[in-house]
């Protein structure tokens, strides 16, 4: 018979893996080291500060042209604090005008909550989409408007007639 291992089986057939050198085993360590030291040093520089950094948001001014009133019953409009809103009562387009990006205020003057709605109408359509319906407003309380897309706005209260046109505002595109 030929050489016998340990357990009676052939010599060779269960070998104990070697165990690694001290000097095999720093340079590991000393690699895994610099991996660990490199990743977090990458994830530090990503979170420092950029001194050219940008507003995620537009500047936007929130200046309104044009100020709406809402009274009990009536409802009326007056230049707000920024330029660009012109009355053109007697034009059968409109009450007022506005370029297109304008900020219209809606300021409840009445004694009593009331609802207001606005629709747009594209220019040259006659067909009314649904803008904005501002829910029940109390006294005193204001709503901001951004009038972004040219074109009719109607401004009236929820339980007017649909083709009641209490106020209208026509938003002008770029010139």
Known sequence: MGAEGSRGGPQG??????????REQRRRLAAAFVAVVAASGLGLAACGSDDDAQPTVASVSFEPRLVVLVGDDQITAEAGTREGATIVHGDESGDWRVPD???VELRVDADEPVRVVADRVPPGGTEASPLVDTGTLDPGDAV??????????????LDDDPDEERLVVVVSGPT
């Open 144 to 157: 901001t408007l951004a009038l972004t897309e040219p074109g009719r706005v109607v401004i009236r209260f």
């Open 101 to 103: 990006g304008s900020v």
């Open 13 to 22: 057939a269960c070998q104990t893996p070697t165990m690694p050198r001290p």
